[in-house]
Nanobody
């Protein structure tokens, strides 16, 4: 079993930066592919960014490409999402996700491929 605990959300002005963290419990962090999704009320959860179990591969949604950066630190069992130049359309609840069968190439972008989810953290960007 893996538990994910997110932190770092908040309210900022457009153009500002925020960093989100997601700490995973358990001994198998190094085998997990990790990702961030976000969700607006009444909308389906959408893929934001993902990182492979090796940390060598990352993938970003077009809407955040060039502004967001995802990394992972194995010593801390944590993934970090650095969000720069935030826009009002980035406002959402952000969820960290882990894929148990993560030992594969590439990044999966379908939320149904992910087995574990954090509780979500609110990011609000005002213009």
């Amino acid at each position: 079993q893996v538990q994910l605990v997110e932190s770092g959300g908040g309210s900022v002005q457009a153009g500002a930066s925020l960093s989100l963290s997601c700490e995973a419990s358990g001994r198998f962090f190094s085998r997990l592919a990790m990702a961030w999704f976000r969700q607006l009320p009444g909308k389906e959860r959408e893929f934001v960014a993902g990182i492979s179990w090796t940390g060598a591969d990352t993938y970003y949604a077009d809407s955040v490409q060039g502004r967001f950066r995802l990394s992972r630190e194995y010593a801390d069992n944590t993934v970090y999402l650095r969000m720069n130049n935030l826009k009002s359309e980035d406002t959402a609840v952000y969820y960290c996700a882990a894929e148990a069968s993560g030992l594969h190439a590439g990044i999966r972008k379908n939320l149904h491929d992910y087995d574990y989810w954090g509780q979500g953290t609110q990011v609000t960007v005002s213009s």
